[in-house]
Every structure is written in C-alpha cells, then in structure tokens.
C-alpha cells in the first residue's frame, strides 16, 4: 500500500481546524494496537519512513506580518501499527492580537519512492530508504471545509510527517503567540504539541519585487480536471465550463500564494496578424484583473506580462511578417501597453536555449523591436550565457540574460568562458539583468528542484544566491508537465527527478491518462509539493533581502548571507573557487534563521 500527499495553501475563514484521520482497509486483517511517538523538525529537513525520531517536541517559530511560517510534526507508530488519529488546532494567542486556527493548514506529507531510479537527484539524494517525501496533501479540503482525508495507516516502525502552514496576517498581531496542536489517537490518548511563534512589528513586502516566470502549462490541468481540453483560438481560453475555469483558478491561486507568477493569464493575446492591433477590448478585459490583482484573493498583481514576439524562432510574427510590418506592430503594442500602465511587466521571451547559429538572427529581430521603441531592449529575454564572443552579437539586443547556474562563471568548468561575478557587475550597472533558472541540464553539486534530495531548503537556496548574484528575476519552465504514466511517480523524463513537476494533480480519476492521483485523493484541484512551499520560503527571503537593500543594508545583508552561501555549486577542479574544503552553500536551520533574524533585527533598528 502507498501513501501520497497534497498541499494546497488556501485559507478558508470559519473553518475549525479540526481533522478525523481513520484507516485505510487491506484485504487481510491488520492490527492497530501501537502508539504515537511525535516529535517536530525543521523544515529544512526531510523526513522519510526511516528516519530516527528526533527529540524536539515543540514547535518554536519566529516570522513578519504578511508571511507564511513552517514546521513539521512527525507521527512514528511505536509497538504496532496506528490509526484514528485527529489532529486540532488552537487560535494563537499573542501580546497584539490573535492568529486564528483557520489560518493554521496541516497536510499530510507523501512520499515518493526512488528506489532503482538512476535519474539526477539533488545533492543529499535517498539512500538504502527511497521514499521521499514531496506530495501534500491537505487534511482539509479548502474549497468545501470538509475532511479530505477519511483515513490514514502508519505502519509500526514508520513516520508520518505532517506539514504545517501558520499565515501571519498582515496587520493586527505582533509580538509572541502561543498555542497548541493536539494529536490525539483512537484509544483516547492525546498528545499536545505546544506552539510557540514570535511576530515581528514589520510586514512583509509583496510578490512585486521580483519577476518570477515558473510556467503554469494548464493543458494538462483541464485534461486531468475536466477532460475538455480542446482550444484551437484566442475564445476557447473565455469559453471553457465553468468546472473547467474554476479548477484553473485554483491552479491559479495555488501558485501566486506562493509569491510565484505561472503566466497562465498570458494566454488571452491580442492578435491581428501581421497588422498592428485595433481591437484590444478583449484583450483588456481578460488582462485587467490580473494586472490590477483583482483577480487574486491577496489584492498583489502579477509580476509579469507576456509579449507575442520571440525573436529569432521561426514561426509566428518573426516568419511571417516583413521588417515593416513587425515595426508596426510592436509600436502598437508598446503604444498600448505604456497607456494601460502594463509596459513596465512586458517580457519578450526569445529562441529558448538556442545554438550559437541562431544567436545573429535573434538580435535582428530584437533590434527591430528595439527600433519600433527603444524601451523594449530592457523587456527582451534570452535563455542563454553571456560571454566575450557572443555579448558582441547580443549586448547591444538582449537586455535580460536568464543564466543555469551550471554556464554562470567557470563554477562548473576552469575552461569555461562565460562572465561570472566581475563581468555581470559592470553588465548591471549598464542596465542588462540578469536572471537564472533551474534547468534540468545541470546536476549536483549545483543547487535545483530535484525532488530526489533530502535537503529541503536547497530549492530555498537558490533564491539566497539569485539575490546574492545581482539578480532580479527567476525563469522554471513548467509546473505541470506531469508524466504520463504515472504523474504522482518520479517524474523523470528529462533525467532528473521531479523536473517540471511543482504541482500534483488532484483529481484521482485522471481523465487523460491511465493514472491520475491517488484512490484517497479526491481533491478538485491542485496538490503542491514540498518543494513549492520551500521555493515560497526561498522567494519571501529574497523579498526580505530587498527590503533590507532598500534602506541601505545591501552590503550588510551579503556579508549575512555569506555565511551560508558563496556560490550556487558546481565547481569540482582542483584549484577551483572556493578551494575544495570550503563550501559552496549550506542549509544548516539554525545558521539560516539567524541570518534571516539578524536581517531583520537590522531592518527594524534602520542599523
């Protein structure tokens, strides 16, 4: 028998946080006399079935307004197997103000097993234990209030984690809070876990520092939600089922709650051909909600804003409209876009990782974007390295760079030409960005979203290094490209594991594949992993960082991070930097929670 799990962060107001959790049945008979032992971990630290039990048993987190704080509690069924257990919730009271229990989400971890898979993993991959925990699954459906999961089995000797969410809200409370979980089991026997979680007097600054392209690819979310997908025009994307539109929204809502922008909005494009755009009703009305933040629970608009050209590909505008035409129709949408407010997000995402061949033909057909208007050249993006030979070709035409940490410097290669720190500095002054991405090209030790890796903060640690690095955006291709066989397995099509899956289907039935999620999981909607949650925690420190930078604090905040950090991996050679005895970055919990509390300690005293 397997257990999987889901996350969906949506808080639903006035829903007790109460969950009955029973047994699942075997077809032979199974005894239940064991016990619970439960302790608490990090949440840098996965937990698998075969992890020894820790001794903390308490739950102590500090956090800002506007944030969402973590912790785990682990179940391991002592003298026998267990099941029945009902988890609660209390309000947390603190010195200003309350957090109440609805704003606490429990989930039930999963665990994928890699037992055999030879795929790339992260940099602390399974051992003789291949189970890794990854899917979670909320013990309350969000959308109804109602119990998700009837019924759970932990079998003697084995752990159940269960992951919590405690959302601070944005005004209101300050100071310490407390409270408590309680875990109480089908003979009666219940077990407090005490809470303990101090508020900073400060909030937390929004999404909107930082331009995240993580790629909702809603295809395969209508396929397993509502089997309709069939869309053959800019229409369909306004004419769906209102089933088939709702799922999408919670896709929707999953992803921006966890400060990321998946651009599924982007689908409604303006389109006129080669001619420039004279109709842009539609197009406005489908895009104003999204640019505006009505359309999100939060109010925080999206980051970000897709343009239809792609320089140097060979299809659409860029083949089949003359020089002119193209001028025309970019000085239109420019035009357009700087009248709504909008131009400021608009992003050209060109050729995606091409060959060198290619690289003359993308800044002809940037330059002519850059000639219909002059501020496009800080809007084009391109997925490829700068270096000495092709910034000749790209530097004047590309103005944003999205960089593997695998081609930034000579981390991974002593031959390696591609600008590192010292060349990146006098690109930014100049005004080109750098972004970077995860890219399924590069293996440990470089930092990714692996799901093979019992390091949890090593997604987290990527965006410590994007900021460290100078960089003001982060590009992941897909969320949603789940395998076919098997969407809730290893998902390694592109040899390593989990790449391009953040989120797992919940709809068990899988209406366009043989296996969609598992028989207990019913849930109408998303299922996100562990690493989305600790991407969130990654993207919500780098929004600190910047606030810190803001007042000031830029070089104070690198020398804090440097503990932790010097570079995103990867360099192995002898006589590398750093030497082979030192680190390239390192996710220690408590080295990483006082880097975050001395930050804010400064932010707040304006050190």
Same mark, same amino acid.
């Given at each position: 028998?397997?257990? $999987?799990?889901?996350?969906v $962060?949506?808080?639903?107001? %006035?829903?007790l946080g109460?969950?009955?959790i ?5 077809k032979?008979?199974?005894s ?13 630290n ?21 944030s ?30 309350t ?21 790339e ?9 291949g189970?890794?925990?990854?899917p979670?699954?909320?013990l309350?459906?969000p959308y109804?209030?109602e ?11 084995e752990n ?6 405690f959302?601070?809200p ?16 089908? *003979? !009666?026997?219940e077990?407090?876990?005490p ?9 937390l600054?929004? &999404? ?7 790629? =909702? ?6 396929d ?21 539109? +709702? ?5 929707? +809502? =999953? ?6 922008d ?20 539609? @197009?406005d ?10 359309y ?6 999206s ?15 860029e ?10 129709v ?12 909008? $131009?400021?997000k ?14 003359q ?8 974007? /850059?000639?219909?208007?002059?501020d496009?050249? !800080? ?17 004047d035409? /590309? ?39 995860e ?5 440990a ?22 900021? @460290? ?7 992941y ?12 397995g290893v998902?390694d099509?592109?040899?390593?594991t %989990?790449?391009?899956?953040?989120? @797992?289907p ?10 969609? *999620?598992?028989?207990?999981?019913e ?8 690493r ?6 990654? =993207?919500?420190?780098? *929004?600190? $960082?910047?606030?810190?930078? &803001? ?6 905040v690198?020398?804090?991070? @440097? ?15 750093p030497? =082979? ?10 080295? &990483? ?9 400064a ?5």
């Amino acid at each position: 028998m397997r257990f $999987f799990n889901s996350v969906v $962060f949506t808080m639903i107001s %006035g829903i007790l946080g109460v969950v009955l959790i029973g047994s699942c049945s075997d077809k032979k008979a199974k005894s239940y006399d064991g016990q619970l032992q439960i302790w608490t971990e990090h949440v840098n630290n996965k937990v698998q079935p075969s992890t020894m039990p820790g001794t903390a048993t308490e739950i102590n987190l500090r956090a800002l307004r506007s944030s969402v704080a973590a912790a785990q509690i682990i179940l391991t069924a002592v003298d026998g197997n267990v099941r029945g257990v009902t988890v609660e919730t209390s309000d947390l009271e603190c010195t200003a103000g309350t957090i109440p229990a609805e704003n606490i989400a429990v989930f039930r971890q999963d665990f994928i097993d890699f037992t055999g898979n030879t795929a790339e993993g992260g940099t602390r991959p399974a051992g003789t234990d291949g189970r890794i925990p990854d899917p979670l699954v909320p013990l309350i459906n969000p959308y109804t209030g109602e119990s998700l999961i009837a019924s759970l089995e932990i079998n003697q000797g084995e752990n159940q984690p269960l992951w919590v969410d405690f959302a601070i809200p944005a005004s209101g409370v300050s100071g310490n809070c407390s409270g408590e979980i309680n875990i109480i089991e089908e *003979s !009666g026997a219940e077990t407090t876990v005490p809470v303990t979680l101090f508020v900073h007097d400060l909030e937390l600054r929004n &999404m909107g520092d930082i331009v995240t392209h993580f790629r =909702l690819h809603l295809g395969p979310v209508i396929d397993y939600h509502a089997g309709i997908y069939d869309c053959n025009g800019n229409d369909c994307w306004l004419s769906w089922e209102p089933h088939a539109r +709702e799922v999408v929204r919670r896709y929707e +809502e =999953l992803v921006h709650s966890h400060r990321i922008d998946g651009g599924q909005h982007m689908f409604y494009m303006a389109d006129n051909g080669c001619s420039p755009v004279t109709d842009w009703e539609h @197009y406005d009305n489908a895009l104003t909600p999204y640019m505006d933040g009505t359309y999100f629970e939060d109010g925080v608009p999206s980051t970000r804003l897709d343009l239809p050209f792609s320089p140097g590909v060979d299809w659409g505008l860029e083949a089949d409209c003359t020089p002119d035409e193209y001028i025309a129709v970019a000085a239109s949408w420019s035009e357009h876009l700087k009248e709504k407010g909008w $131009f400021n997000k608009a992003v050209a995402y060109c050729y995606d990782e091409p060959p060198d061949e290619a690289l003359q033909q993308i800044a002809d057909d940037a330059d002519l974007l /850059i000639s219909a208007d002059p501020d496009y050249f !800080g809007r084009i993006m391109l997925t490829t390295a700068p270096d000495p030979e092709n910034i000749e070709i790209l530097g004047d035409s /590309i103005g944003i760079f999205t960089v593997a940490p695998a081609w930034y410097d000579n981390w991974g290669n002593p031959d390696r030409t591609a600008f590192g720190r010292d060349e990146w500095t006098d690109l930014i002054s100049g005004g080109t960005k750098l972004w970077f991405y995860e890219s399924n090209a590069q293996e440990a030790p470089f930092v990714s979203f692996a799901t093979n890796t019992l390091d949890g903060a090593e997604s987290t640690m990527f965006f410590w290094g994007s900021f @460290y690095e100078g960089a003001t955006g982060f590009l992941y291709w897909s969320m949603t490209s789940w395998t076919e066989n098997d969407p809730w397995g290893v998902n390694d099509e592109w040899n390593k594991t %989990g790449d391009g899956v953040l989120i @797992y289907p919940g709809h068990h039935n899988g209406l366009a594949s043989p296996h969609g *999620s598992p028989s207990d999981v019913e849930l109408d909607g998303p299922i996100p992993s562990y690493r989305l949650k600790m991407i969130r925690q990654g =993207l919500s420190d780098w *929004s600190l $960082f910047i606030q810190a930078e &803001m007042l000031g604090l830029g070089s104070y905040v690198r020398e804090q991070i @440097y503990d932790a950090y010097r570079q995103l991996g990867g360099c192995t050679w002898t006589g590398c930097n750093p030497p =082979l005895d030192e680190f390239f970055w390192a996710t220690n919990p408590q080295v &990483m929670d006082t880097i975050r509390e001395n930050i804010i300690t400064a932010i707040i005293s304006g050190k």
